[in-house]
């Protein structure tokens, strides 16, 4: 009777393994047959009450229906498990050589831009970029410079001092310092990077700003070659003819000291906010190395001379792309720098 019963399980859950269509109903028809309270737990449940023989006789019938039960549940659901995985693969595969979708690829900043070409432009003239620290000491950025502290010139730049004898650099041109010491000449240095003046904000003055400070130091530099460059940098930067004038600029670093400057690109010179109505914008101040410059950073003046200058890069770039406020350049709106 039992062993009836026994065979019967057999039969009727391997027929319910092969026609089980998913990982569920394989799971539902092993819990019914194997499960604690399934038709193999019933069927057992007397057996204690059987004599000895009949004990031993039917307890190997039992197992084996148990081992031929479990061990094809395993090989179906194995089965079911590939077959799953072979379906997700199939459909959840990603194409890494694809492009995202919409991409939305970013830009540089309109002045980052400029830099790049003005250090391409320099580099191929055989010109080194150094970049200074932004934290200055009040010696590279003023003393080494020929301003020192009693100097009326330390006011015409508004500094943020933060003690200790350190600053935020008004200008790049402690930079020229750090390469005249490490470079030593002859030399050609460029030295793009960020400023800070406590001064303020107008469509044309920004506290944070950009220069790019030149430098060339050799023997017999004079000021036809000062001009040689500026007049290639601003062909170079501007493509096309653009009107510049040259006037005495007072520096303490620079002897004689001059201002180019360029005429308002933003209103072909008829006057507006940013050249203050003037007609001309103040770009490219420079002139020749003053001889205490030199001897400060350990050159001598008798053998040696050179120029330099001090580009204000964020003008330029207003300039370059006819941008009619300053503020909007750090303003971080991505509707107006994405435009460049
Ligand atoms: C200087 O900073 C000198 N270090 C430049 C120099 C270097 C002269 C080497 C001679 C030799 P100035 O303060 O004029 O100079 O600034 C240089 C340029 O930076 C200006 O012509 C202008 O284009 C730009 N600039 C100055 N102040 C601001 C400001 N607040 N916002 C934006 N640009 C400015």
């Known amino acids: 009777m039992l062993e009836a019963k026994l065979e019967e399980l057999r039969r009727a859950t391997l027929a319910a393994f092969t026609d089980a269509f998913s990982l569920e109903e394989l799971e539902e028809s092993r819990i019914e047959a194997l499960g604690r309270k399934g038709t193999l737990a019933q069927i057992t449940k007397d057996f204690g009450k059987l004599p000895p023989e009949e004990r031993s006789r039917l307890g190997k019938l039992l197992n084996s229906v148990k081992q031929d039960l479990e061990g094809e549940y395993e090989r179906k659901k194995l089965q079911f498990e590939q077959a799953d995985l072979a379906e997700r693969l199939s459909k959840e595969w990603i194409d890494v050589t694809l492009p995202a979708p919409n991409p939305r690829p970013g830009n540089l900043h309109p002045v980052t831009q400029l830099q790049g070409e003005i250090e391409d432009l320099f580099t191929s003239l055989g010109f080194a970029v150094l970049y200074g620290p932004e934290v ?13 502290a009693t100097h009326p010139a330390r006011d015409m730049q508004d500094t943020f001092w933060l003690g200790d004898g350190l600053l935020l650099r008004t200008h790049t041109s402690p930079v020229q310092v750090r390469g005249m010491r490490e470079l030593r000449p002859p030399l050609r240095m460029i030295a793009p990077g960020r400023v800070f003046r406590n001064e303020e904000v107008d469509a044309s003055h920004e506290h944070t700003f950009y220069q790019v400070e030149g430098m060339m130091i050799d023997r017999d530099v004079s000021v036809a070659n000062l001009i040689y460059f500026m007049k290639t940098l601003l062909s170079d930067i501007f493509k096309r003819e653009v009107t510049v004038r040259l006037r005495p600029g007072y520096f303490p670093f620079v002897e004689p000291g001059f201002e180019l400057d360029i005429r308002c690109l933003i209103c072909n010179g008829d006057g507006c906010p940013v050249c203050k109505h003037s ?37 330029l770039a207003m300039m370059r792309y006819g941008i009619d406020d300053i503020r909007q350049l750090q303003g971080g709106d991505l509707r107006f720098l994405c435009q460049f």
Do not use: K, Q
Not at 280 to 295: A, D, F, I, Q, T
């Open 279 to 315: 007609g001309w914008v103040e770009l490219l101040p420079c002139g020749l190395v003053h001889p205490n410059v030199l001897r400060l950073s350990g050159i001598d003046p008798d053998e040696w001379g050179g120029f330099a200058f001090g580009l204000g890069l964020t003008r």
């Open 136 to 148: 200055e000491t009040e010696e590279h950025n003023f003393d080494a410079l020929n301003i020192p």
